[in-house]
């Protein structure tokens, strides 16, 4: 397993942009694949976006798509998730996780979760 931290998240206001990083320790970083998920209150966690080794592959939810950017530097074992045109309902609080092979938006496959990092979007 790897241990994750996330960082980045905040308060904004609608229509701006936060970057969240989580960076990874422990095994071979590199070779993960990575997600990023989020729970907003009185809901389930919802897979958001995720990406392979390599950053060749990614995918994004239909809800954040052309707004939200999965990126990797693995140099520096971390993950990013650029968010841009924040909505109210983007408000939640956001998990990466890893696998050891490329699982995309399936939830249950990851094998390793961070705790979390608040984003609250106001209106």
């Known amino acids: 397993q790897v241990q994750l931290v996330e960082s980045g998240g905040g308060l904004v206001q609608v229509g701006g942009s936060l970057r969240l990083s989580c960076v990874a320790s422990?095994?071979?970083?590199?070779?993960?694949?990575m997600g990023w998920f989020r729970r907003a209150p009185g809901k389930e966690r919802e897979f958001v976006a995720a990406?392979?080794?390599?950053?060749?592959?990614?995918e994004y939810a239909g809800s954040v798509k052309g707004r939200f950017t999965i990126s990797r530097d693995n140099a520096k074992s971390t993950v990013y998730l650029q968010m841009n045109s924040l909505k109210p309902e983007d408000t939640a609080v956001y998990y990466c996780a890893a696998s050891t092979v490329y699982v995309g938006a399936s939830t249950n496959l990851y094998n390793s979760w961070g705790q979390g990092t608040q984003v609250t979007v106001s209106s």
């Open positions: 990406i392979n080794w390599s950053g060749g592959t990614a």
């Open positions: 422990g095994r071979t970083v590199s070779s993960y694949s």
